[in-house]
């Protein structure tokens, strides 16, 4: 079995910074892509980062203040969230894909919340 642990979320006020982690386990090799998604109350999930063995791309809307990143010999992404601001609101989940067989897994969530 695949398990995705997040930890990080929190309240904070506009302009500060969070830092997001996802401490993936069980068989999750050969890992495809990593990544961070979001999802504000009303609103459709949306894809925030993604990370692979060459790339990471960024929502237009994060570009700038957000970057992804991962510790390949912890098995864990992470998120550095700069110049946060009230639109970032939202539950944060960590994915995975694994390339075979192939699967995509999800974390809990983790909240976070910017003040204004």
């Known amino acids: 079995q695949v398990q995705l642990v997040e930890s990080g979320g929190g309240l904070v006020q506009a302009g500060g910074s969070l830092r997001l982690s996802c401490a993936a386990s069980g068989s999750i090799f050969p890992i495809t892509a990593m990544g961070w998604y979001r999802q504000a109350p009303g609103t459709q999930r949306e894809l925030v980062a993604v990370?692979?063995?060459?790339?990471?791309n960024y929502a237009d809307s994060v570009k700038g203040r957000f970057t992804i990143s991962r510790d390949n010999a912890k098995n864990t992404v992470y998120l550095q969230m700069n110049s946060l601001k009230p639109e970032d609101t939202a539950v944060y989940y960590c994915n995975l894909i694994r390339r075979y067989p192939a699967n995509s897994y999800w974390g809990q969530g983790t909240q976070v919340t910017v003040s204004s």
């Open positions: 990370i692979t063995s060459g790339s990471t």
